[in-house]
């Protein structure tokens, strides 16, 4: 079983840049693919980005590649989203999934209710 925990969201004006972690707890996790979906008012919720689990392939959706950076620390059972050039429309719930199974690139190609685990979500907010 994994748990996971985000943190890192806030308010930023939009150009900004803010860090959101993850924190997993169960020692399995670090075999797991590592995602950040996000879920704005009215809207589905949606990819973000991934990381296989050693950390060699990653994936992004096409909206926030150059700006978002995805990076995990298996040692501390951690994944990072790092998120520059913040625009108004970045503005959502973030959450943190984790899958068993999925390559990073199938974690954004395949539905949301596939993942098998996730976290509560963190706010982010970018003013314009």
């Known amino acids: 079983q994994v748990q996971l925990v985000e943190s890192g969201g806030g308010l930023v004006q939009a150009g900004g840049s803010l860090r959101l972690s993850c924190a997993a707890s169960g020692r399995t996790f670090r075999s797991n693919t590592g995602g950040w979906f996000r879920q704005a008012p009215g809207k589905e919720r949606e990819f973000v980005a991934a990381?296989?689990?050693?950390?060699?392939?990653?994936y992004y959706t096409d909206s926030v590649k150059g700006r978002f950076t995805i990076s995990r620390d298996n040692a501390k059972n951690m994944v990072y989203l790092q998120m520059n050039n913040l625009k108004p429309e970045d503005t959502a719930v973030y959450y943190c999934?984790?899958?068993?199974?999925?390559?990073?690139?199938?974690?954004?190609?395949?539905?949301?209710?596939?993942?098998?685990?996730w976290g509560k979500g963190t706010l982010v907010t970018v003013s314009s």
């Open positions: 999934a984790a899958s068993p199974v999925a390559t990073a690139q199938a974690m954004g190609l395949m539905s949301p209710e596939g993942m098998d685990y």
């Open positions: 990381i296989s689990w050693i950390g060699a392939s990653t």
